[in-house]
C-alpha cells in the first residue's frame, strides 16, 4: 500500500458513504486535493446550498455530519454553551474555517473530558435543536 498523503494514518482507508451515492478515491490522494464535480452528495437534502462547481467531498461530509449532530446534540447549548461554538465552527459557511473530522473529533473530545457531572447528568428537556429554536418532546399517547 502506498503511504497516504494529507491528514490521512497510514493504516486507514477512506471512502464517502452517502445514503446511496459513493465516492471512491485512490490511496495516493491527500484528503485536501479530493474534488468532485458532480452532484452525488445531498447538500438540498440538508437545507444546504449546491455548491457551484468542484467541491471537496470530505470537506462536505464534515458539513454533514456537524448539521446531523448539531440536532441532536445541541440540544445540551443551555448546560453545555461550549456547544454552540463548537457547532458554529463544526458548520461554518467557509470550508477554510470549518473544523475538519479530525478536528471536530478532538475538539469534541477536549469539551467532553471538561464537562463537569452536573453537566453529563443534566436531564434533556427537548427533542432537538433547530436554529429557530429547541423543539419540545412530547407526551407519550401510550
Not at 455530519?65 to 459557511?93: C, I, N, Y
Request: charge should be negative; include cysteine; charged fraction near 25%.
Amino acid at each position: 500500500m502506498a503511504i497516504l498523503k494529507g491528514l490521512r494514518a497510514p493504516d486507514t482507508r477512506y471512502a464517502i458513504l452517502d445514503f446511496g451515492n459513493a465516492l471512491l478515491y485512490p490511496c495516493d490522494i491527500a484528503l485536501e486535493d479530493a474534488v468532485d464535480s458532480t452532484e452525488a452528495l445531498n447538500f438540498v437534502l440538508r437545507n444546504l446550498p449546491q455548491p457551484d462547481g468542484s467541491y471537496n467531498p470530505f470537506q462536505a461530509e464534515s458539513l454533514f455530519t456537524g448539521v446531523m449532530l448539531q440536532r441532536w446534540v445541541r440540544v445540551a447549548e443551555d448546560f453545555v454553551p461550549e456547544l454552540k461554538s463548537f457547532f458554529e465552527a463544526m458548520t461554518h459557511e467557509d470550508n477554510n474555517k470549518r473544523l475538519t473530522a479530525r478536528q471536530a473529533h478532538d475538539s469534541f473530545q477536549n469539551l467532553r473530558r471538561a464537562f463537569s457531572p452536573a453537566q453529563l447528568s443534566h436531564k434533556i428537556e427537548a427533542l432537538h435543536w433547530t436554529p429557530d429554536g429547541l423543539v419540545p418532546k412530547r407526551a407519550s399517547l401510550w
